[in-house]
């Protein structure tokens, strides 16, 4: 019986799985490809949109607070799904009572209609995180009894069936006082 090199066993092995269909190498789907068109329905597309308890006022790039919106796109199965959109966020101050005082309300839009601008908001939470500056004084403020800071947003983006849809949320949070952390 002939001996076998070990060697060149090292070097015959990869060339036979690849021959044998058992490679890395990327096969083509199943199908003739024409389950999507552009322009078509997509079944993955937002829904709604929900607000994380992630929210809240944090240290921005040169250490000044900023509003950081978590946000998250859901597809009609409840599952996370990225889109571009366009995105309206507000900011509320509430009383004790329950009231909100319209002059104490600031609002900020941010545009992720762009793909790549779209991608650098959405991190490995599964979430878009929108970091906005120009925190008013009152959410910097200790808090009061019974006083929250209101976040609502509002989408818009397309949804399953290809026409326009404007997803909103709201999410409370008690104000704290900011120490700058």
């Not at 597309?45 to 950081?68: H, K, N, Q, Y």
């Not at 004790?96 to 600031?106: I, M, N, V």
């Not at 009152?138 to 399953?160: C, H, K, N």
Request: charged share 20%; with cysteine.
């Amino acid at each position: 019986m002939p001996r076998v090199d070990p060697l060149n066993s090292l070097v015959l092995l990869p060339a036979l799985l690849a021959l044998g269909g058992c490679s890395h190498v990327a096969r083509p789907p199943a199908g003739d490809g024409t389950l999507f068109e552009a322009g078509e329905p997509d079944p993955f597309a937002p829904v709604s949109v929900e607000i994380s308890p992630l929210t809240r006022v944090e240290m921005g790039p040169r250490g000044e607070p900023v509003l950081a919106v978590y946000l998250r796109l859901v597809d009609e199965w409840g599952h996370g799904t990225k889109a571009p959109m366009s995105v309206n966020v507000q900011l509320l101050r509430v009383l004790g009572s329950g009231l909100a005082e319209g002059d104490q309300s600031l609002e900020w839009s941010v545009d992720l209609r762009d793909p790549t601008r779209n991608s650098q908001r959405f991190d490995v939470t599964g979430l878009y995180r929108l970091q906005l500056a120009g925190v008013p004084g009152w959410v910097l403020e200790p808090g009061r009894i019974g006083e929250v800071m209101r976040v609502a947003v509002y989408v818009q983006t397309v949804g399953p069936e290809g026409s326009a849809v404007a997803p909103r949320d709201t999410f409370d949070k008690l104000v704290t006082p900011w120490a700058g952390r």
